[in-house]
């Protein structure tokens, strides 16, 4: 069974940087596709950003210059690296997966992992 776990998360002071991690769990051939959403409280769910070998990488427009996304495919983990982060950053941060195995493709959400902004 393909579990992802992301950590990382915690209070983060103002301009200050943070790294998430999401680790996948499980046996795979590979992963083909690796996104970051949030969700704000009382806000719907939004993209960050995204990688796959193929497409490369995707970040919004209020992350792109910011965040970098990245991967280590020996320890099958995705990087949300956050710099100069702020209070609008504030977010449960999700990673959403799309992994290949003896049974197919699939898809997968992490369970989350919180973000704090604040000075």
């Known amino acids: 069974q393909v579990q992802l776990v992301e950590s990382g998360g915690g209070w983060v002071r103002t301009g200050g940087s943070r790294r998430l991690s999401c680790a996948v769990s499980g046996t795979i051939f590979s992963i083909d596709f690796m996104a970051w959403v949030r969700q704000a409280p009382g806000k719907q769910r939004e993209f960050v950003a995204s990688e796959s070998s193929g497409a490369g990488t995707n970040y919004s427009d209020c992350v792109k210059g910011r965040f970098t996304i990245s991967r280590d495919n020996a320890k099958n983990t995705v990087y949300l690296q956050m710099n100069s982060l702020g209070p609008e950053d504030t977010a449960v941060y999700y990673c959403?997966?799309?992994?290949?195995?003896?049974?197919?493709?699939?898809?997968?959400w992490g369970g989350g992992t919180q973000v704090t902004v604040s000075s």
């Open positions: 959403n997966g799309v992994t290949a195995g003896a049974m197919g493709r699939k898809t997968t």
